[in-house]
């Protein structure tokens, strides 16, 4: 029992300085971050002032920038847990995978360390998204309490897609590869969702896929938490939007369970090439 407590305790400690080489980095390399928290403010401005008359609010019962902002949330912090798979196929290309191995330090530190630092890049846009949100006209109508809520499922969905951002990261080896691989998947995904409209406004096929898609739940689980829905809107169809939290949170121990363990076993291969 000690030494599994010192393996344990060893683990986290290299964790932790794995973490903290991380988001040296962000402080060292500000333009990650400058496009980083770009791309979020302009989806907000574009489909807010763009694209927002055209598109409407179709029977949601909230002003369109109110039901824009959760889905850029969701969107933003999909397509930020890339730079998970990316950091790591970078590091492996530049042989600073090579350098962790010589040193004595648990193997899972690196992959824990790298998912655990992109939280800190998911807040800081969280944030800047939440203030140009605020400039555009989105209100949270809840309590405080609530809305701290609907932030920490959106970043624990992110943490667990930077799981899988960082398996597709360990197998690709190439961070360029890894951009274009994630972006074939993560755009439809993000798209044929309650992101941006209104699950009813899509075709049959693509409406159930929308419906179940873990994607809308996380959106709408935030747009609950921030009270930027209408009590009058009809309830939706499906259990995953009903209970948006709950069905969330499944998703997030289920991709957990899965990639977490076979994240690591990816890094040991990789590292011993």
């Given at each position: 029992m000690p030494d599994s407590r010192n393996a344990l305790a060893e683990a986290v400690g290299d964790?932790?300085?794995i973490t903290r080489r991380n988001l040296r980095k962000i402080v060292r390399v500000p333009d990650l971050l400058v496009f980083t928290t770009l791309s979020p403010i302009m989806f907000v401005l574009l489909f807010a002032y763009v694209f927002g008359n055209a598109i409407g609010t179709q029977g949601t019962g909230v002003d369109y920038k109110e039901?824009?902002?959760?889905?850029?949330?969701?969107?933003?912090?999909?397509f930020g847990a890339t730079f998970t798979g990316y950091s790591l196929a970078e590091d492996l290309q530049k042989g600073i995978i090579d350098r962790f191995r010589s040193l004595p330090m648990s193997p899972s530190s690196v992959v824990v360390g790298r998912t655990v630092s992109d939280i800190g890049i998911n807040v800081i846009s969280l944030v800047v998204m939440a203030l140009t949100g605020?400039?555009?006209?989105w209100r949270i109508r809840t309590s405080v309490l609530e809305a701290l809520g609907g932030f920490l499922v959106l970043l624990a969905f992110a943490f667990?897609?930077?799981?899988?951002?960082?398996?597709?990261?360990?197998?690709?080896?190439?961070?360029?590869?890894?951009?274009?691989?994630?972006?074939?998947?993560i755009f439809p995904l993000t798209f044929i969702a309650n992101?941006?409209?209104?699950?009813?406004?899509?075709?049959?096929?693509?409406?159930?896929?929308?419906?179940?898609?873990?994607?809308?739940?996380?959106?709408?689980?935030?747009r609950e938490l921030f009270g930027n829905t209408h009590p009058s809107a009809p309830p939706p169809d499906v259990?995953?939007?009903?209970?948006?939290?709950?069905?969330?949170?499944?998703?997030?121990v289920l991709i957990l369970l899965v990639f977490v363990p076979l994240s690591i076993r990816l890094y040991r291969h990789a590292a011993s090439r």
């Amino acid at each position: 029992m000690p030494d599994s407590r010192n393996a344990l305790a060893e683990a986290v400690g290299d964790a932790t300085v794995i973490t903290r080489r991380n988001l040296r980095k962000i402080v060292r390399v500000p333009d990650l971050l400058v496009f980083t928290t770009l791309s979020p403010i302009m989806f907000v401005l574009l489909f807010a002032y763009v694209f927002g008359n055209a598109i409407g609010t179709q029977g949601t019962g909230v002003d369109y920038k109110e039901f824009l902002v959760a889905g850029v949330f969701a969107q933003t912090v999909v397509f930020g847990a890339t730079f998970t798979g990316y950091s790591l196929a970078e590091d492996l290309q530049k042989g600073i995978i090579d350098r962790f191995r010589s040193l004595p330090m648990s193997p899972s530190s690196v992959v824990v360390g790298r998912t655990v630092s992109d939280i800190g890049i998911n807040v800081i846009s969280l944030v800047v998204m939440a203030l140009t949100g605020l400039l555009v006209g989105w209100r949270i109508r809840t309590s405080v309490l609530e809305a701290l809520g609907g932030f920490l499922v959106l970043l624990a969905f992110a943490f667990a897609i930077s799981w899988i951002m960082a398996a597709v990261g360990l197998v690709v080896r190439t961070p360029e590869v890894v951009n274009n691989a994630s972006f074939m998947v993560i755009f439809p995904l993000t798209f044929i969702a309650n992101t941006f409209v209104a699950i009813d406004s899509l075709p049959g096929p693509l409406a159930t896929f929308a419906n179940w898609n873990p994607v809308s739940s996380v959106t709408q689980a935030a747009r609950e938490l921030f009270g930027n829905t209408h009590p009058s809107a009809p309830p939706p169809d499906v259990w995953a939007l009903q209970h948006p939290v709950a069905y969330t949170l499944l998703w997030v121990v289920l991709i957990l369970l899965v990639f977490v363990p076979l994240s690591i076993r990816l890094y040991r291969h990789a590292a011993s090439r």
